[in-house]
């Protein structure tokens, strides 16, 4: 009985520069589990001949479903196929298919034919063929002992495409539909994973949904999972309970990001956003303009670093500045009330702090953070004291802000 | 003979939930390759006793190093010494020692020494105790056949100083020094990697140097890598050899990030900076921001998406933006030439553009980006047309700014 069901085998030309590795194999592990199937090991090896083999040979005998991807181009001499012939006793012979395939990207792509070309068609005995949609390189398949082998290229386009296409509806075919795996994802601010776990009824969650966590700082990640019969019914009951005690603090769910579901709350609540920014120093904007449709809502962004910007764009009152400081609460108030004032937006954000690692004191050690929220309901400011390096106290300011947009956005849309 | 040298297993609660996986060998690698060790494979697993088992059984009769990470803290039921124990073939044993470590660890952080924590002390009968400052869990090591394996936890700091206190030291005396890696990487700009192979001479780098190539969009990676006698002289001449023919494109080695590096040159050149972004969203601003000393050169930067945003704080004339639209040869310059004055920095520079997917015309299609540098050498603007998804032309767009701001700043420490 092997270990693994589903294997995932990388190689690369060198581990070294790794995160080529790392991402070819999230491109399969995210595919797999949006369909429900599930890799249970991911093992990547160096471009070497010998290297794939052992891995091959220890694949084939542990997993039932191995999808390697790699090592199969113009430039790397059929070496995986030289490995997966080897691993399975197989001799490697020139497939007559495959070549016509090459011949014909070759002619349809104006490229030359040449050796190298040729090569890429050199498999072993009883392959079955895959073909590449937006490549040269074609895929093969293999058929040992218990185990179903593919080989894809490396390039990611390529091998999504060829994932859809070929491998999936083969995992449909040999995996019975109640084997596979349904999951959701909550994405949760504001609470700590070991809280979570407390705050969720033990014991009443449906039988058959298992929960696990994982972090995307600074926001906790909450899978729920579930297969066989009604696998979603249970689910979407596991879920309803989770947000009957979580809810308030959920600000995305699997496929979303916090400021994509910021960003349309807004939109859908027809307010107009300008913020300024310190020490965060445009990430929350940035953040917010990642998506497309930013300009639905937001109107402009200042990074204020010099006290001069602060006095020319926000209208921060000198006399504020020196005696209080660009880090204090009546500079946050200022900022956001000038701002909103200057731009005519519905709201005006303002974050000014210490991210680090230098220019904290003992009265405002790094890690402080004003926060100051400008509307028709006037000037709303709060002091906070992060935790973490210079990244985390930017990213947890950038995601405190978006933490205020969403609860106003959701407010203004119940009222 | 063993098929890899330095193998890495990573345990996790779920592949699926896959990022820590991935981060967790990352460091490893890391810290391995910093050192000159080149680990040859990376396999992850669930946290399942019967996948650990298979793993371990497969590396240690294939690598003659193996790392592992995850598995051992009073969550996991000592899963992975229960799996070690079963693959050498050994009793599992209350550690006494280890027991004892365990104990101090609670007395001192104040926590309850219970079961769960007892049974973090259980390990394979013959295991060599490894110290864990930073935590509760000890690790340990084996030594089987040919192979040494080292059990390590999987949070990163606690496996970070473990690997330099338990695992480097062990390596050293293990591998000799002249088998050790060195290596450099360049990172370049605005060459392809196709381009830089043409341009590096064949044949000419020195004896037993090799050279390899990653991608850091836009950025290509070019690594030179050599071991034995002298191989820091060899790479000295490889690099001097390369940077002949591509020293105009780069922007930083390797431990520097492009965005830190144009930061340095701004401040060693004295030269202050101001910023209008509107297709970038901010993104060059957070990238210059993203290491502390910004305040050194940045004044400020606007994020100005809305026109009158760009009047207000740039004072862009109107008539421009009715003539010509925001994106515009003439918007740019005008960006740029305004956002100088008002701020009275040294250089002040705009990018205007379409990032898409949305927004393209006939004549300006997504992609169609224009940059304006205002200095005291005038306004300098050009016209892009960059390829790809709305990420990319928004990262090239930033990148192509800091080429900018690279050049402006090295030709005023040339003058």
Redesign the interface.
């Known amino acids: 009985m092997p270990?693994?069901d589903i294997a995932i085998l990388t190689t690369a030309?060198?581990?070294?520069?790794?995160?080529?590795?790392?991402s070819i194999?999230?491109v399969v592990?995210d595919l797999l589990?949006r369909h429900g199937y599930?890799?249970?090991?991911?093992?990547?090896?160096?471009d070497?001949e010998?290297?794939i083999?052992?891995?091959l040979n220890?694949l084939s005998r542990?997993a039932r479903f191995v999808i390697t991807s790699g090592g199969l181009g113009p430039g790397s001499n059929a070496l995986t196929a030289r490995a997966a012939a080897r691993a399975l006793g197989l001799p490697l012979v020139i497939h007559e298919e495959a070549l016509e395939m090459v011949r014909t990207w070759c002619h349809n792509h104006h490229q030359s034919f040449n050796p190298a070309n040729e090569r890429v068609a050199l498999l072993p005995q009883t392959a079955q063929l895959l073909v590449n949609p937006h490549g040269m390189t074609p895929g093969f398949s293999l058929h040992h002992n218990q185990c179903r082998m593919f080989f894809l290229p490396a390039e990611a386009m390529e091998l999504r495409t060829m994932l859809e296409q070929s491998v999936l509806p083969q995992l449909k075919q040999d995996y019975p539909e109640e084997q596979r795996l349904h999951?959701r994802t909550l994405k949760l601010f504001g609470l700590s994973e070991v809280r979570i776990r407390t705050m969720i009824p033990g014991g009443r969650l449906p039988e058959g949904v298992s929960i696990?966590?994982?972090?995307?700082f600074p926001l906790v990640?909450v899978?729920l999972?579930a297969h066989g019969e009604e696998a979603d019914e249970r689910l979407d009951q596991a879920e309803a309970l989770l947000l009957q005690v979580l809810g308030d603090h959920l600000m995305a769910r699997e496929g979303q990001t916090a400021e994509g579901n910021v960003g349309q709350l807004l939109t859908q609540a027809g307010l107009t956003l300008?913020?300024a920014?310190s020490c965060?120093?445009?990430?929350?904007?940035?953040m917010?303009?990642?998506d497309?449709g930013?300009?639905a809502f937001?109107?402009?962004?200042?990074?204020?670093?010099?006290d001069?910007?602060k006095q020319?764009?926000l209208k921060v009152p000198q006399a504020i500045l020196l005696q209080h400081g660009a880090v204090s609460e009546p500079c946050a108030r200022a900022m956001a009330g000038g701002l909103r004032h200057?731009?005519?937006t519905d709201l005006a954000l303002a974050i000014t702090g210490i991210?680090?690692?230098?220019g904290g004191t003992p009265d405002k050690p790094v890690g402080t953070v004003y926060l100051a929220l400008a509307s028709d309901a006037g000037v709303h400011a709060q002091r906070y004291l992060f935790a973490g390096d210079?990244?985390r106290v930017?990213r947890m300011s950038a995601f405190m802000a978006l933490e205020w947009l969403r609860r106003f956005a959701l407010q203004r849309l119940a009222d």
Not at 38 to 46: D, E, F, I, T
Not at 212 to 216: C, M, Q, R, T, V
């Open positions: 270990s693994f030309e060198d581990l070294l520069s790794g995160d080529s590795t790392n194999s999230a592990v589990t599930r890799p249970r090991c991911s093992l990547a090896v160096s070497n010998k290297e083999f052992a891995a220890y542990q999951r696990n966590y994982s972090h995307d990640l899978h999972k300008s913020l920014e965060t120093g445009g990430l929350l904007s940035s917010l303009t990642r497309p930013a300009s937001l109107n402009r962004a200042g990074v204020t670093y010099a001069a910007a020319h764009w200057e731009s005519g991210a680090g690692p230098n210079r990244s930017q």
